[in-house]
Each structure stands twice: as structure tokens, then as C-alpha cells.
């Protein structure tokens, strides 16, 4: 049995076996995805935060809506890419679909939903009394930015199909 578990031990990473709660850290600290370095102690966002009190919660939120921002950036850039590659379609079937004007229409429609999202995740955050304003806002965000990168996919989705085939 000892064996096997210096076996273990010697194939998995060092950072993998040091990272608890509350391990002290500093910001040269390597550690895995989803875990943060705040005020030289361990916050593991793998779990949400949810056991390290308020802190670990708003740290791990900001982390997950960064991470969501950053898809949700990388689908839009995507999108405005293949969009402007594209081709109008043959136009069988009605009227040509014009990918140009999807994409100029695609630009103002995030630039819209960013203002929109702010503000109304700035009314929530006014209108929130008490302590739980803050993790209110990040949810805010957080939902908005979810519903946007499953709204960005069904363009995928559109831009993918081929009324032709």
C-alpha cells in the first residue's frame, strides 16, 4: 500500500497536493485553475468560494464573471470574424442573407448590451440594501453574461446553416 501512494504522490503535480483553504500563498505561488492567492492565503473558487465566507465568495464570483466575460469575448470575436468572411447566400429562398449587415448589426447589438447590462446591474446594486449589494451585482452579471453567450451561440447556430443543403 505504501507502495502505491508514493506512486501517487510522484505523479501528481506539487501544487495539487499543497492546496487547502487557507494555505498561505504569495502571487508567484503556480496553483491550478480556479484557485486565487488573496492577502497570501488560498482561496479555492473550484467550489464557488462557498467555504470561505464572504470574501472567498465575491473573489470567486469576480473570478467565474471574468472567465465568462472572457468566452463570451472570444464567441463575439468568433462570430465578427466568420462574418465578415462570408459570402451572401444564393438568395433561393426568399432573399439573400447579407452576413455585413449581420455583422455592422452584431457590433451595435453588443455595444448596446454591454451599456444595458451595466446599468441594470447598477440599478440592483443601488436598489440592494445591506451587506449582500456587492454579491447581488456579480449575480447580476453573471446571469446577463450567460444569457448573452447562449444568445451569441444561436447566432452561431444561424450563421452555421445552410438553407441550400
Not at 506539487?14 to 484557485?35: Q, W, Y
Not at 486565487?36 to 492565503?41: F, R, S, T, W
Request: proline share 2%; glycine share 6%.
Amino acid at each position: 500500500m505504501t507502495h502505491y501512494l508514493a506512486i501517487l504522490t510522484f505523479c501528481l503535480p506539487i501544487s495539487a497536493l499543497a492546496i487547502e483553504n487557507g494555505d498561505k500563498c504569495t502571487n508567484e505561488t503556480k496553483l491550478p485553475e480556479g484557485v486565487l492567492c488573496h492577502e497570501e492565503e488560498v482561496i479555492d473558487c473550484r467550489n464557488n468560494g462557498a467555504m470561505q465566507g464572504r470574501v472567498g465568495l465575491i473573489l470567486c464570483s469576480t473570478y467565474v464573471n471574468g472567465k465568462s466575460k472572457d468566452e463570451m469575448t472570444a464567441l463575439y470575436k468568433t462570430l465578427l470574424a466568420d462574418l465578415k468572411t462570408r459570402k451572401p447566400d444564393s438568395g433561393k429562398h426568399n432573399r439573400a442573407r447579407d452576413f455585413q449587415e449581420a455583422r455592422s448589426a452584431l457590433i451595435k447589438s453588443q455595444k448596446a448590451w454591454e451599456a444595458s447590462v451595466k446599468l441594470e446591474c447598477d440599478i440592483q446594486y443601488a436598489l440592494f440594501v445591506g451587506n449582500a449589494a456587492v454579491e447581488d451585482e456579480l449575480a447580476c452579471y453573471a446571469e446577463n453574461t450567460t444569457q448573452r453567450i447562449n444568445w451569441l451561440k444561436g447566432i452561431k447556430e444561424q450563421i452555421d446553416y445552410n438553407p441550400d443543403e
